[in-house]
């Protein structure tokens, strides 16, 4: 009961500073940057395209395809090695569930839309900056798309439900030499704005049932924010003059 | 509540509500849920009477009958070419679609159309698979011969060309040269090497400002005027 203060000096509901940004790669049919706090997502979407190996076309609709990769020196402690692991193929897996109910494919029978999210700065948080970042880039390619999907971490930090928690929140016992038995839960959640279905939700640690339902409440205010920044985005990205 | 919640030409975003009650009818990717109208992709709004619909500013090009549109050989079967139509399908060349003149049975396909050369192509036919069919025997239509080749967005075709060809005739007067757009975004110019130079950014330009009005004039001032 000693986690008083967050370490960044944020209030309870407050995410760290956001900052969007559309069309960073001019060859990718679609691309969006989104930096929340230190974390760092760059997506980039390319097709509709033939889809190899054949065994995975599908004759009824599109696939959607998502890559995520850490960059070496993205992490601040040691290098990760370059490319797919473990770890890397289930978020992936997760962000293309996250996004695939709003997604509609069926207009491009045996074809595939890739998804490409490179992280170069991480400091927790990063499935859910992917998941943003992949949202803007796919509506921005101009891919059929019912709703937008917006992500953010909620959890609760020892004694406080928090929204958007940081590295130092996630491992607080580290860091807070107060905290050393404290329980920490981390929830990535992911949501379509208009109807508030969750298309994700995961939970490291613990947590009751009360603060997981008021974690999720406070979730559903804060991805407002998300979806406001995705949205403004999307829409300065063409120039006025 | 009922009525619009967007102005026409708006910029609007997927899942954004477009109009609510059922005063309205949704249009091209739109779609309706409950009594609200939403939008389906990026672009702009798009009112006429009482037909909400959406312009979209990108996206991928589909294929319709019809279309003219640039493709690359990529191969040569028994029975024609199979081609490259820029997008996620490939498109078949009969060898009785390819030329007015006939093509005897032994003959070699590949001194009519190597692989890697462009043609201008129409679609006759596509299939819900999206299997396409193409011809080179209307008039028009014919293998490409030097010039260079750019790519636009396919959504943005239309504005390239301009009401009745307006944008395409001032871009063709002004730079003097030969130009062929494909409904799939691919460009053919042919000319002075100065004027190729000049076409690609006067359509580059249009590309970028597509969604703005009075675009001709933009252009005609970019070319240097009257």
Redesign the interface.
Known sequence: MVYKKRFDGRKDDELRPMEAKVGVIPNA??SASFKIGKTWAIAAVY?????FPRFLQD?KK?LLRCHYSMMPFSGSGERIRPGSNRRAQEIAMVMTKALEP?V?LS??????VEVYVELPQTDAGTRCAAISAASMAL??????????ISSVAVGKVDNKIVADLSYMEEQVHEFNPESKDATVSDIPMAV???TKEITLLQMDGEISKEDLLSALRLGQKALDQVYQL??KA??ES??KE | MSGLTVQNRDIVIPGEVLAEGMDFLPGENTYRESDKIYSKVLGLANVSGRVVKITPLSGPYVPKVGDKIIAKVIDITMSGWRVDTHTAYSAMLNVRDASSRFIKKEEDLSKILAIGDFIVVTIINVTSQNLIDVTMKEPGLHKIEGGRIIEINSQKVPRVIGKQGSMISLIKTKTNCEITIGQNGLVWMKGTPEGEMQAEQAIRLVEKKSHLEGLTDKVEAFLGGK
Request: charged residues 20%.
């Open positions: 049919a679609g097709g509709p395209k033939d889809l004759p599109g709003v509609d207009a491009f029978p045996n074809a595939v509506a921005q390619a101009g891919i059929p798309m019912k709703d937008m379509v704005n208009n995705q949205k999307l829409k063409f120039v």
